[in-house]
């Protein structure tokens, strides 16, 4: 089954930068699309990023466009998430998740990483 490991959560000044990656095992990476949620304190969690098999597409919620870049590397099966210009609004916890090509909707879910935007 597969696995997901996000890493490289942290404290970051309101305007800074962070680079999220998730490491993905137990199946064919390139199978999969992949995508990035968050859920901060008190609210559902929400759709950020998503991209396909080959990283050929990619969609963002609108509150991230042009901050935010999902990437992958299917060499190193790996997702990531370049997180730029972060505001006050970002914080939460960034789950990665998979989508293997027979199933709906995202299936498979990492921890978790936490973020920390301070003013």
């Known amino acids: 089954q597969v696995q997901l490991v996000e890493s490289g959560g942290g404290l970051v000044q309101a305007g800074g930068s962070l680079r999220l990656s998730c490491a993905f095992s137990?199946?064919?990476?390139?199978?999969?699309?992949m995508g990035w949620f968050r859920q901060a304190p008190g609210k559902e969690r929400e759709f950020v990023a998503t991209i396909s098999m080959n990283g050929g597409n990619t969609y963002y919620t609108d509150s991230v466009k042009g901050r935010f870049t999902i990437s992958r590397d299917n060499a190193k099966n790996t997702v990531y998430l370049q997180m730029n210009s972060l505001k006050p609004e970002d914080p939460a916890v960034y789950y990665c998740?998979?989508?293997?090509?027979?199933?709906?909707?995202?299936?498979?879910w990492g921890q978790g990483t936490q973020v920390t935007v301070s003013s």
């Open positions: 998740a998979a989508r293997s090509p027979l199933d709906s909707d995202f299936s498979s």
């Open positions: 137990g199946r064919t990476f390139s199978w999969y699309a």
